[in-house]
């Protein structure tokens, strides 16, 4: 081989070799680079997911908030609602009561006539028909007051002592049943006798009848004593109720002025609320696309960095094949040299070929 084919082909092969080598300074300095930026990926997408998940919390948070002050607003109008009830119903029972109580009022009336009247009755028998119907010249007019006494008497039965009334009516006979004022008296006047006859003091049974007559009164006095204890241990509940009542109405009133104060500042906080919401919300969507975007450029970063890296690898290869063929002609040319054999035409053609090509490899 000549010194000027040697040449050529130490030159191509420098070319070849430098080419090789750039690729590979070149590659390390994308794997540098690639680490760098793969890091700073990660990290950047990091801060930017913690970022999202803190503006996805915001925005929960705040949706949150709105829900409790509708709900508070819920449940503050169904309070009010229920103090206007509340307040409704204690007037009608208020009302309802006030008519009870007027009923109730007029029973009393009637019931402390009807004990009165009764008294007056016993109050006649006792103090002036029967003195005057134990005196022997006693009238017609006299007996017609003790027959319309003892049967005026008999309507107030229901008032008194039952037993006491059944002997009362056994001594004073039927004058109460007889339509001859005379009989009448004279039935009256002869109740000792009939008691004498069976073997009874007739003093004894006037006064048996005036002790009926006075267990009676008794027992309408207790009577009325006992209706006007009752009268007033039902005015007295009465009132006790409506004086609860007042102080429950006021205390509705008052606490209607607290939840309808409540209930207005609620009304702006929700609207305030509302419009935090939407704005937490649009930052953790504009964050979640940043967060988004990021990753996406890092992959974009890490495919161009392999893509490039093939390429290199490609190259390289290629070169490698190039450097190989280089060296197995020039083994074979220095063999022919050494035979010693000419080199035919063919062969300067290879030679020429094969330096184009690393030549224009190197260009590339």
Request: hydrophobic share 40%.
């Amino acid at each position: 081989m000549n010194a000027a084919a040697a040449d050529a082909i130490d030159s191509a092969l420098t070319v070849l070799y430098d080419l090789q080598q750039a690729n590979v300074d070149a590659q390390e300095t994308a794997d540098e680079l690639n680490k760098t930026q793969q890091a700073a990926c990660d990290s950047e997408i990091e801060d930017l997911r913690q970022i999202a998940e803190s503006n996805k919390q915001s925005g929960e948070d705040a949706t949150n908030h709105r829900k409790y002050l509708e709900n508070e607003i819920t449940e503050t109008e169904a309070h009010l609602e229920w103090i206007a009830s509340r307040r409704a119903e204690i007037h009608a029972r208020e009302e309802e009561l006030q008519d009870q109580r007027c009923y109730s009022n007029a029973i009393f009336i009637r019931a402390l006539k009807e004990h009165a009247d009764g008294l007056l009755a016993i109050d006649l028998l006792r103090n002036d028909v029967l003195p005057a119907s134990e005196r022997a010249e006693a009238a017609n007019t006299e007996l017609t007051q003790i027959k319309d006494a003892t049967k005026k008497l008999s309507a107030y039965k229901h008032l008194l002592n039952q037993q006491a009334i059944a002997e009362f009516e056994q001594l004073t006979g039927h004058v109460e049943d007889s339509t001859d004022n005379q009989k009448a008296g004279l039935d009256l006047m002869s109740a000792g006798d009939r008691a004498a006859n069976r073997g009874v003091d007739g003093s004894a049974t006037m006064e048996q009848i005036h002790n009926l007559l006075a267990k009676f009164a008794t027992q309408l006095e207790e009577g009325i004593v006992e209706l006007q204890q009752n009268e007033v241990k039902a005015a007295w509940a009465l009132a006790v109720w409506l004086q609860d009542s007042e102080d429950e109405l006021n205390h509705l009133a008052g606490e209607e002025d607290k939840k309808n104060t409540y209930l207005e500042k609620l009304n702006i906080s929700v609207q305030a609320a509302r419009a935090s919401e939407a704005k937490a919300w649009e930052i953790f969507h504009q964050s979640a696309l940043a967060y988004n975007d990021a990753i996406q450029e890092c992959i974009r970063k890490g495919e161009a960095y392999l893509a490039d890296k093939h390429q290199r690898e490609d190259e390289n290869a290629l070169i490698f094949e190039v450097i190989k063929m280089f060296k197995e002609q020039t083994s074979s040319l220095a063999r022919g040299n050494d035979a010693p054999r000419k080199m035919n035409t063919a062969d300067k053609g290879d030679i020429a070929s094969n330096t184009a090509a690393a030549a224009k490899a190197a260009g590339h």
